[in-house]
């Protein structure tokens, strides 16, 4: 079987499927009011207990605030009065359990929604969290319980949301595979991140696959195996070592000056989610952080992080990193990346809609709470600010305003920060590309997110597994805009850096070299290698290379072209290593 591998790597291991049902809630009359109480009861009596065990695993394994929630969302089915709510419902009206569940959950959340208390507000999260527990009994849908994977586990599922795969623990999982996602979705850069094998794109792999099915999964070719023969298993085992040999000889990379034979020097920076990425791009040797995506920092809670929890967060990553420059990218929700508590209406077209920037700009205060959160920690290190998804000079000019504003709040109160902080924007929709010239006059720096650069040039959807073959980096249109914009940029007198995964695609690294990119950010597992390619390149070289791409018809053409020239077999790999650590 073989599907689109989106972060590479060889795992082996057995099946853990989560299925994935969708929450079909339906009126139904039923005649027997009692029974459908007594199903109810069960339900809410299993939702305990589960909260229960939540509640006990959380408190020895994490700790007492954390495991707190799982408490008070138990209290909340021990509420007589939400409960005999719902009962009532059942048996004035003769309608099902979870429809009765629904209907009383919906108005205690709009009434919570309507309390002027920011606290109480909030606490229609937890009402909504417990309701879908329980109608998810009442449906007979299993809740995933990521606690239950180990090391040699294959997860295997519909789709990911990126605040799913950010609950995976790094070396806690052997690889995913996916029916849905594409090689630039969220949930696949943070497999990448991780270094977890993964493969997307594979129709009913849920119904395919059995729990407990010995798995291979390749996430370099996309191929998958399901309880592969004796051969092929040796195979894959023999391929796996390979892959840690050729990492292990990787690893004297580590210290060397990221430059070029013919003497120019680049950046080379990783991309992160949370402060937990830091230690292991510093393991990698990373020259800094070119992308620290901070909507991750809001996933996977409640309610926003204060300002206070912000700032120790942006605190912990500059301390970490001590004089190495640190981007942080303002808040880019919407698109892949939802946020419950923002309540964002469901739109038809997420990521055209109303997501980075334009949120930020329509929530003054939250995008101002950011600012503060990051100016303060300006203090600690080398950090730099970077506003995503500008399309329009006004946007670009209104963010600077609300920096301007966070600042002067801050200046009264005379709390510290870096007033010189750099300030520069995501090249990453055709408007900004084009008119990247006149965007050039007002920041200290551009960094292309080729991610979404190229789902909106070329009109493809990121996240459609269908149209992967047209989602491509190769195609010319990218490489002529790309170029316009390192030119434009270093006609203005500024830097360009690179953070969408194109940045550490071995075979582009050489023409993005030779286009004079001055930074490249990418997932830390990529570092090394790429530190090791462009050493062993003149820029002088690679320049005539990027030339000719920028004649070519098509991108079968340039990816063939750049195939040939910067082949990355991994056996030759391990080969040349070996031969230049013994020269
Ligand atoms: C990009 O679009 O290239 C990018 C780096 O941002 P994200 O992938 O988070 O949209
Ligand atoms: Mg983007």
């Known amino acids: 079987m073989k599907g689109l591998g989106v972060s590479p790597g060889i795992g082996i291991g057995k099946a853990f499927v989560i299925e994935k049902k969708s929450l079909d809630i339906k009126k139904i009359y039923v005649n027997d009011a009692e029974k459908e109480i007594d199903r109810l009861r069960n339900a809410v009596e299993l939702g305990r207990s589960q909260l229960n065990e939540l509640y006990a695993k959380t408190l020895k394994e994490v700790g007492e605030k954390e495991a707190q929630i ?72 299993r809740t995933a319980d ?35 996602g594409g090689k630039t979705s969220h949930a696949a850069i943070i497999a990448r991140i991780m270094g977890i094998p993964t493969v997307v794109g594979l129709d009913d792999i849920t119904q395919k696959i059995k729990s407990n099915d010995v798995v291979i ?48 020097k680049v950046t080379l920076a990783a991309n992160i989610g949370t402060p937990h ?40 990553v500059l301390q970490k990193m001590g004089d190495k420059p640190v981007i942080i990218r303002t808040l880019d929700i919407g698109g892949d990346k939802n946020v419950p508590y923002f309540d964002i209406p469901k739109e038809m077209n997420p990521f055209l809609g109303y997501r ?14 950011q600012l503060r959160a990051i100016l303060r920690a300006s203090v600690y290190g080398n950090l730099k600010i970077m506003f995503p998804m500008i399309s329009t000079m006004k946007e670009l000019r209104d963010s600077k305003k609300v920096l301007e504003k966070a600042k002067e709040e801050l200046n009264n109160k005379g709390i510290p920060f870096n007033n010189d902080i750099e300030v520069g924007i995501m090249i990453e929709i055709p408007s900004a590309a084009i008119i990247s010239d006149l965007l050039a006059k007002e920041v200290d720096f551009f960094s292309i997110g080729t991610n979404d650069l190229i789902q909106y040039t070329l009109a493809v959807d990121r996240l459609n597994s269908k149209l992967s073959h047209l989602y491509s980096q190769y195609h010319p249109a990218m490489l002529r805009l790309i170029k316009g914009i390192i030119d434009n940029a270093h006609k203005a007198g500024i830097w360009v850096g690179m953070c969408g995964e194109a940045a550490g695609d071995p075979k582009l690294i050489p023409i993005f070299l030779g286009m004079g990119l001055d930074e490249f950010s990418m997932n830390s597992p990529s570092i090394l290698s790429s530190r090791y390619i462009i050493r062993n390149l003149n820029k002088d070289e690679m320049e005539k290379i990027a030339e000719s791409t920028l004649n070519m ?23 040349r290593c070996k031969t230049r650590s013994r020269n």
């Open 70 to 141: 799982f408490k008070s969302h138990e209290m909340m089915l021990e509420d007589d009065t939400f409960i005999s709510e719902i009962e009532s419902k059942i048996r004035n009206e003769k309608v099902n359990a979870e429809y009765s569940v629904k209907e009383v959950s919906n108005h205690y959340i709009k009434m919570f929604n309507n309390i002027e208390d920011e606290y109480l507000r909030e606490r229609s999260e937890d009402i909504k969290d417990v309701t879908v527990r329980v109608i998810k009994i009442l449906l007979g849908i």
């Open 146 to 180: 990521y606690s239950k994977l180990n090391k040699d586990s294959i997860l295997v599922a519909e789709d990911l949301t990126p605040s799913d795969t950010a609950q995976l623990e790094k070396g806690k999982i052997a690889a995913m595979i996916t029916e849905m």
């Open 217 to 264: 999964c390749d996430g370099k070719t996309g191929k998958v195996l399901i309880n592969p023969n004796q051969k092929q298993l040796a195979y894959y085992t023999q391929k796996k070592t390979r892959l840690e040999e050729i990492s292990n000889e990787l690893r004297k990379q580590v210290g060397l000056p990221t430059i070029t034979k013919d003497g120019f």
């Open 277 to 316: 990425d830091v230690d292991m791009i510093l393991e990698n040797d990373a020259e800094g952080i070119g992308l620290f995506r901070s909507e991750f920092i809001f996933m996977n809670r409640e309610c926003q992080p204060s300002e206070d929890e912000q700032f120790e967060e942006y605190k912990e």
């Open 356 to 369: 980075a920037i334009r949120l930020c700009l329509g929530n003054v205060d939250v995008f101002r709470t």
């Open 553 to 575: 018809e098509t991108a079968v053409e340039v990816e063939g072209y750049l195939s040939c020239l910067f082949a990355d077999e991994s056996e030759s790999y391990l080969k």
